[in-house]
C-alpha cells in the first residue's frame, strides 16, 4: 500500500523560517497557516509575511515572521510554551508535534547546562518568533497529513556563531546535541547554515535519515532563506507517494541503530551473560561473529540493534561489561513481512506465536521458544517432544 511521505534535502540547512516557507511553496495553503497561527494568544505580536523569494535563481517562498514594535525576546521555560500551545485549541496532532520540538530542545539545553527540562527557560527559541515557527511547522505537517519523513544528510556549515554560551564553532552547542545520530554534512557553506529550531524540527519530523527509495513527486517546494551563502540559502521538500512498483510487496520498515565492536581479549564465557544484559537494556538484537583481527589474532564481533531512546543505557552496559573501549554506530533499515503476535491455546497450555505474511497473503507461524521450555518444565518434558505437541495443536488452531 503506498505511503505518503515528505523528503527533507538541507542542502544549505535548515531553519524556522526556511521550512514554514518550503511548507508553503510544496503545498501549504498560506491563508490556513496563518489563520491557525492566528490561534495564538500571541497573535497581535507579530505578522507572518509570505512571499516569493528567489536565491541564485533558485524561486521559492520566503516567509518572515515580523513582530510588532516593541515586543522584546522573553525567556520562557517550556510548561510556559506548553501553556501557549494548549490554550490555541489545536488538533491533538498539532499540539504534540509542536510541543515535541521545544522538547527536544529542552533536552538539549538540559544535557548541555546539566540541569533537568523543567529548569531550561529558552532564549532565542523561547521567542514569539520561534514560536510561530515551530507552531507552523506543526500546522503544515498535519495539514499534508503525511505517513513518513525522509531526510538526507544535513548541511550545518562551519566557522563560528554567538549563542547564549558564548562564540562557539558551528553547530550550536544545541544543534549539534539534537542531531548528533543524524548524518551531518560540515563546510558547505560560511556560517550557520542548521539552527537549534530546525534541528529540533527534523529531529520530531523525520523517521528516517536516508533518501527514500521509490518516491514519486507530487508536489517539490523551495523554503528561501534570508542568508547569503556561496550555495542557495534555500531548502527543497519533496511531497510524494512511496511504493514499491518492481514487487508490490507491503513490507514493514524499522530504523535502528548498529552498534558494533571488535573483541579480542575477553574470555567467550563473558559473551552469555554480556548479551543477556544488554537485550535487557533495550537491544532488539545481539549477536556474535567470529573475525580475524590484526597480527592474525582470533576475534569476536559483537552487533547489536537498538533505537535511539535505548542507545545510552545499551552503550553504557556495554563498556561496563566488555573490554572495548569503543564502538561503531551506523543507521540501519530493514524491511520486514508484516508480522503480529498471537496467544494460541494449546494441550499443554497457552503458547504465543509470531505470524507473518507472505506476499502472496498467506500465513507462516512459529512458536515462541520461551513458552515452549516453559511448558516442557511444566509437564517434564523434553523441549523437542513439547515443541511438536505445540506446533499440531497449532496447525490444527490455523485449519
Given amino acids: 500500500m503506498a505511503q505518503r511521505a515528505l523528503f527533507y534535502e538541507c542542502f544549505a540547512g535548515i531553519a524556522g523560517d526556511m521550512h514554514l516557507g518550503a511548507l508553503v511553496d510544496v503545498g501549504v495553503p498560506a491563508e490556513h497557516l496563518v489563520r491557525e ?32 514594535e516593541g515586543i522584546d525576546k522573553p525567556h520562557r521555560h517550556l510548561s510556559t510554551i506548553k501553556g501557549i500551545l494548549q490554550r490555541a485549541g489545536y488538533p491533538p496532532r498539532v499540539e504534540e508535534l509542536a510541543l515535541a520540538v ?12 546539566g540541569t533537568t527540562v523543567e529548569a531550561i527557560h529558552f532564549h532565542e527559541v523561547g521567542a514569539t518568533d520561534s514560536i510561530v515557527d515551530v507552531a507552523g511547522a506543526a500546522i503544515g505537517i498535519d495539514y499534508l497529513d503525511i505517513d513518513v519523513a525522509y531526510c538526507s544528510p544535513v548541511e550545518v556549515g562551519a566557522g563560528m556563531v554567538r549563542c547564549e554560551h558564548g562564540l562557539m564553532p558551528v553547530p550550536a552547542p544545541a544543534t549539534a546535541e539534537i542531531l548528533k545520530h543524524a548524518p551531518l554534512r560540515y563546510g558547505g557553506v560560511d556560517g550557520e547554515a542548521t539552527t537549534p529550531t530546525g534541528a529540533a524540527i527534523l529531529s520530531a519530523v523525520v523517521d528516517r535519515f536516508e533518501a527514500p527509495r521509490d518516491l514519486t513527486a507530487s508536489a517539490i517546494g523551495y523554503g528561501i532563506g534570508q542568508k547569503d551563502f556561496a550555495v542557495p540559502n534555500a531548502m527543497r521538500l519533496t511531497l510524494g507517494e512511496l511504493g514499491d512498483p518492481e514487487t508490490g510487496l507491503d513490507l514493514e520498515t524499522e530504523t535502528n ?8 581479549d575477553m574470555t567467550p564465557e563473558a559473551f552469555g551473560p554480556l548479551t543477556e544484559k544488554l537485550f535487557a537494556k533495550g537491544a532488539k ?5 567470529p573475525i580475524v583481527m590484526k597480527k592474525s589474532r582470533p576475534g569476536t564481533k559483537l552487533s547489536l540493534l537498538v533505537d535511539e531512546t535505548g542507545l545510552d543505557a545499551v552503550l553504557e552496559e556495554l563498556f561496563a561489561g566488555s573490554t572495548t573501549i569503543g564502538a561503531r554506530l551506523r543507521h540501519v533499515t530493514k524491511r520486514m513481512l508484516p508480522r503480529e503476535e498471537r496467544t494460541v491455546s494449546t494441550s499443554l497450555g497457552e503458547v504465543r506465536i509470531k505470524v507473518v505474511t507472505l506476499p502472496d497473503g498467506s500465513q507462516r507461524w512459529k512458536p515462541e521458544h520461551d513458552d515452549v521450555v516453559a511448558l516442557a518444565e511444566r509437564h517434564g518434558s523434553d523441549y523437542l517432544t513439547t515443541r511438536a505437541a505445540v506446533s499440531r495443536d497449532v496447525e490444527s488452531a490455523f485449519k
Fill in 37 to 68: 497561527l492566528n490561534r495564538l494568544e500571541l497573535a497581535d505580536e507579530f505578522d507572518l509575511v509570505i512571499e516569493p523569494g528567489k536565491k541564485m535563481g533558485i524561486t521559492g517562498t520566503r516567509a518572515t515572521v515580523r513582530l510588532a
Fill in 102 to 113: 521545544f522538547t527536544t530542545i529542552a533536552e538539549a539545553e538540559a544535557k548541555i547546562h
Fill in 257 to 264: 541503530l548498529e552498534v558494533e565492536c571488535n573483541i579480542d
Fill in 285 to 289: 538484537d545481539v549477536f556474535l561473529t
